[in-house]
């Protein structure tokens, strides 16, 4: 075979030896050409993991859109008003043609007053001088002041809660550093705890975060001489 006809053929042979292979969902997350929220993996999961990436970043346009597209369907349709606002937020005049047909998309799900109150301010957009309704599922809802007073009420809020219950929290309103952060603390305190553990492993594949996922290995190696069951 000559080495032009080689080059032709690996991408097929690379192509034959991934057919059939199951990816985890965070892996078909970024797919060119399509902003449809996945068709496989828990919708919720799905939910918190990218409200925690537009949490990073307000701007990551893609996460906004497949957080609407997703509250277009149970079980989270009540959430579709949140995205919405939190996407009008984010942009403020800007993109009035992405946010006029999200909200098209999405008007189906919302209460006649809510779609009234976004058409309204489609031209201008949303910011924190405007007295917005009750929104569940927004991260940047005026009534809280502050990215860092947001996290620390949530925190505070949040105390009563299992460690799982806790971490959902803070990962529904963006705060994907201290929901890792106290995941990895209870499971450190508590090895055997299968939801704690089940929850961190999944923020690492979330977050392609091998770095973090290695480093909590090694520590609870060295508290504990292994590594939890299901630590995989």
Do not use: N
């Not at 919720?44 to 970043?57: F, P, S, V």
């Not at 008007?107 to 405007?130: K, Q, T, Y």
Request: with cysteine; hydrophobic share 50%; aromatic share 4%.
């Amino acid at each position: 075979m000559s080495l032009d006809a080689a080059r032709q053929a690996a991408p097929a042979a690379a192509v034959a030896a991934l057919d059939g292979l199951v990816l985890h969902p965070v892996f078909s997350r970024h797919r060119p050409g399509s902003l449809d929220p996945l068709d496989q993996g828990d919708a919720r999961e799905q939910w918190r993991h990218l409200g925690a990436a537009i949490g990073r970043d307000p701007l990551d346009l893609e996460s906004h859109v497949q957080r609407v597209r997703l509250a277009c369907a149970a079980p989270l349709t009540d959430f579709a008003f949140g995205a919405l606002v939190d996407l009008f937020m984010a942009l403020g005049p800007r993109g009035r043609s992405l946010r006029a047909r999200l909200l098209e998309q999405a008007e189906a799900w919302l209460a006649p007053e809510d779609a009234h109150f976004l058409h309204a301010h489609l031209d201008a957009g949303l910011s924190r001088a405007v007295a917005l309704p009750s929104a569940p599922g927004a991260l940047f809802h005026p009534a809280v002041v502050g990215v860092a007073r947001m996290v620390d009420h949530l925190r505070v809020a949040a105390a009563q809660l299992s460690a799982r219950e806790q971490a959902i929290s803070l990962l529904e309103h963006g705060d994907l550093d201290g929901a890792r952060d106290l995941l990895e603390q209870a499971l450190l305190d508590e090895p055997g705890d299968a939801d704690v553990r089940d929850e961190l492993l999944g923020i690492y594949r979330h977050s392609r975060d091998d770095a973090a996922k290695t480093a909590m290995a090694e520590r609870l190696q060295a508290r504990h001489g292994q590594l939890p069951a299901g630590w995989a």
